[in-house]
């Protein structure tokens, strides 16, 4: 039974996502139920099973990605261009979502619930001063309402503001799957996604999340230079940074960025690792006389030097990971990894999502699709250790359809 008393029942629960990457909508739609045999979970969260059902990604139109992605790399805005892109996006995850109801139709299954998370326009989760106040926010548009309103089926979304009123980052979120998914292993691992941003988790013997944090970049900076550079949207395969040489000197000066030393709990974005950032990275190092091909290897780099580093300076002290869990693009870069492995301080076995039966893919599909079904039935779902909230609470608002 849930918080509230009521029964958990097994639904058809749809996610959806669109990313850093701004790639289009990853839609998911898994089975969600109490597992009645066993556990897939542990930790915080009940035993749930999940079972996956259908996939697809929904591809931004190019008429309106590019605007996006320009929108959100200038940082700035008027008014009315927020206000309609929030009900734009919302129709754009509608119409993802109502896709893939009238898909799994064709193939006599419905969608129960959908969990939407939006498109974050701006995250900033530690306290500033404005207008006279101390102030964090965070910002993810596309109105859940048009998703419910189009779809017939009840909606939730707004994941990361409640977190945030009671003093957490709002992020990562992902946590509180990786307890379900990998929480059963009776060993402590962390999971790593390496997606846009690099965040881990990690995990302890018992299941639970005991820390889980952004390390900072991983594919944002390096796709950034692929496309600058070589007019590529990403390095297949690590092959432009495998024929490049690392230069020690700029890794050591771009390790000198305070985030990399803030202490967890800690999230971060394109507002600090971004197209600008990157360009101005790209810019600088090739008035350096750095080849394209160095630049690039140098960025890998740094992405595997400073997820190294962050466990080594934050996690080591508290527990020992010779077992880590690949997700995300850059799970694909063997460039990446084989850096990861020789940065590592001890020994290192890298492993995939796949080998666990999960599709990193579709990883952020499922999480909102766990969040929109606890919630749902009153389960807190944010991970205070991993966010810093003062308390567990149910994320995410509910538009009943």
Not at 143 to 160: C, K
Not at 262 to 282: H, I, M, Q, Y
Not at 307 to 335: C, H, M, Q, W
């Amino acid at each position: 039974m849930s918080a509230l008393g009521h029964v958990l029942k097994s639904m058809n629960v749809l996610g959806l996502n669109s990313g850093t990457s701004m790639d289009g909508i990853d839609a998911g739609l898994f089975r969600i139920g109490p597992q009645l045999e066993g556990a897939i979970g542990g930790g915080l969260c009940p035993p749930l099973k999940v079972e996956f059902l259908f996939s697809e990604l929904v591809p931004f139109e190019p008429e309106f990605k590019g605007p996006l992605e320009s929108f959100v790399a200038r940082g700035e805005s008027d008014l009315r261009t927020m206000c309609l892109l929030n009900s734009s996006l919302g129709e754009v995850f509608a119409a993802a979502a109502l896709k893939v109801v009238r898909q799994v139709d064709e193939k006599g299954l419905s969608v129960d619930l959908i969990g939407s998370h939006g498109q974050t326009i701006w995250h900033e989760p530690r306290p500033s001063q404005f207008w006279g106040l101390s102030a964090a926010g965070t910002l993810q548009l596309g109105d859940p309402a048009y998703v419910a309103a189009r779809t017939g089926v009840t909606t939730v979304g707004d994941f990361r503001t409640y977190d945030m009123a009671f003093g957490g980052q709002g992020a990562p979120l992902v946590s509180f799957a990786d307890e379900v998914l990998f929480g059963h292993s009776g060993e402590a691992l962390a999971v790593l996604n390496l997606g846009g941003i690099a965040n881990i988790t990690v995990l302890s013997p018992s299941g639970e999340a005991i820390m889980a944090f952004d390390t900072g970049p991983a594919n944002v900076l390096i796709d950034e230079a692929m496309r600058i550079l070589f007019g590529r949207e990403f390095d297949e395969g690590g092959a432009v940074a495998g024929a490049g040489t690392v230069n020690e000197a700029v890794l050591s000066d771009l390790l000198k960025e305070e985030y990399f030393h803030l202490a967890p709990p800690k999230t971060t974005g394109r507002e600090l690792f971004g197209r600008k950032r990157a360009s101005e990275l790209v810019e600088r190092l090739r008035a350096e006389s750095i080849g394209p091909e160095d630049i690039v290897a140098t960025l890998t780099a740094l992405t595997a030097r400073s997820i190294a580093d962050a466990y080594k300076n934050f996690v080591a002290s508290r527990v020992k990971i010779t077992k880590l869990v690949l997700g995300g693009g850059g799970a694909e870069n063997p460039t990446l990894t084989s850096l990861l492995q020789k940065y590592w301080d001890g020994e290192l076995t890298l492993y995939r999502h796949e080998d666990y039966g999960i599709s990193t893919k579709f990883k952020e599909a499922l999480l909102f699709a766990l969040l929109a079904y606890t919630t749902y039935f009153s389960i807190p779902n944010n991970v205070p250790s991993c966010t810093g909230a003062s308390r567990r609470v149910c994320l995410g608002k509910i538009v009943k359809a």
